[in-house]
């Protein structure tokens, strides 16, 4: 398998594993594949779904990128169309006693990272990735954020980037910097910035 520069793109429902244990099984269990899907029919700019992981959709895009403003625009657009999901749910089943705890609890974050390290390969009717860099962007969803709903840009995604002046990318927020360090991966460094303002304005 040969490696090919890759834009990894991971949406991941916060608050899910709270929102799983508290919330009754019969409403869980419709909310969360609706937000989902949600997020799959938001991608405007020809992201491959590569999985779907209980919590999360693991998009990816090899040959031309998008520009770095078209990739934030997809961003936003999948953060609004997912908050309008979670109110449309919570009046969906407003009968339900735990219907407030859908917007209450529920949240989406963002990873976007790119690298040169990645192969796939198909496994049934989905291609299947490996490589050090896809194991960086699920490492980058643990991390130092102290927020539950955010965009966070990898080191990498910056630097394929660099020509642009990111602050500038952003009309809604401060963009933040920051770094984990991971065991067999080392010190990743990333940008991040809140995205609940976009729903304050």
Known sequence: MKATPTLLC????????????????????????????????SNKIGLKVSEIEGD??????????????????QCENFYLEFYEQLETLKNQFKEEKDAPKIPEVLGLKIILHYGE?????????????????????????KNKIRMDEYILISEGL?????????????DWGELKKNYTEYDHVGKIHYHYINLKPLVQR
């Open 10 to 41: 991971i949406p991941d429902i916060s608050g899910f594993t709270e929102f799983m244990s508290g919330t009754d099984f019969d409403l869980s269990s419709k909310v969360i594949p609706t937000l989902l899907n949600k997020i799959i029919y």
């Open 56 to 73: 999360a959709v693991l998009f990816f895009k090899t040959g031309k990128m998008p520009s770095i403003r078209k990739l934030i625009e």
């Open 117 to 141: 390290e990645v192969t796939s390969t198909k496994v049934g009717n989905r291609i299947k990735l490996f490589g050090e860099d896809l194991i960086v962007a699920h490492r980058l969803l």
């Open 158 to 170: 910056s630097n394929y980037y660099k020509e642009h002046d990111l602050d500038k990318e952003f």
